[in-house]
């Protein structure tokens, strides 16, 4: 079974400084996707990660993916408050890769 | 972008009433859309797999009587909470697949059972 851990859960940190979270799931598959959220919205795409050694990054964000470590990461650099949501990662099964299991989520909160 | 809409955005009901929640594709096919189903403070947890003309496909421990999946078209999904309780209260959530890995989010829809 599938399963998609996120660390840390929770994430206070002062503006400008840099952190990472990260996604680790603990079977095989090809593509990983970082939503963000907002209180009360639905997800926002924010990347989507379909090989090994991939990176890509919008802005402050930066995600990557290392597929034999069942491992992504999403760094932030130089943090502002307007970042302060809810993040997600999520697997797709590799038999149907469009249904996703979600990672725990990281609340992360941006203070001046 | 693709935009998959849902609606409604929030409803309330009374316990013991059904609600219906609709999920469309506005601007493009989607032979399979996904209802996720998330509480406060948690993540998303996928509830079913709805295919265009057939039977949907349900997570185990989802009650397929409970929650009724119909998808009609290739446009549109529909949720039904069936017999609505306040433990089913919780923020409903659909994506609709374009093929290809492109999966596209709904709004959302609250439902709130009193």
């Known amino acids: 079974e599938l399963k998609v851990e996120q660390n840390p859960l929770f994430l206070s940190m002062q503006e400008g400084k840099n952190y990472t979270i990260y996604c680790n799931y603990s079977t095989t598959s090809d593509r990983l996707y970082w939503y963000r959220q907002d209180p009360g919205k639905s997800l926002e795409s924010l990347f989507v990660?379909?090989?090994?050694?991939a990176v890509k990054q919008e802005g402050r964000l930066m995600a990557s993916l290392d597929t034999k470590a069942r491992l992504s990461t999403l760094h932030i650099t130089a943090a502002v408050h307007d970042l302060s949501a809810t993040y997600f990662c999520a697997v797709g099964r590799m038999v149907n890769t469009d249904k996703l299991i979600f990672g725990t989520g990281t609340r992360l909160q941006v203070f001046p | 972008g693709a935009v998959v809409s849902q609606h409604p955005s929030w409803v309330i009901c009374k316990s013991g009433t059904s609600v219906k929640i609709e999920c469309r594709s506005l601007d493009f096919q989607a032979t399979t859309m996904f209802w996720y189903r998330q509480f406060p403070k948690q993540s998303l947890m996928l509830m079913a797999t709805?295919?265009?003309?057939?039977?949907?496909?349900?997570e185990q421990g989802v009650e397929k009587d409970k929650f009724l999946i119909n998808h009609a078209s290739l446009t549109l999904s529909t949720l039904t909470v069936t017999s609505a309780h306040p433990e089913d209260s919780s923020f409903y959530i659909c994506?609709?697949?374009?093929?290809?890995?492109?999966?596209?989010f709904g709004e959302g829809s609250r439902l709130t059972v009193l």
């Open positions: 990660l379909l090989s090994n050694g």
């Open positions: 994506s609709a697949s374009k093929g290809r890995g492109e999966l596209f």
């Open positions: 709805s295919n265009e003309g057939s039977k949907a496909t349900y």
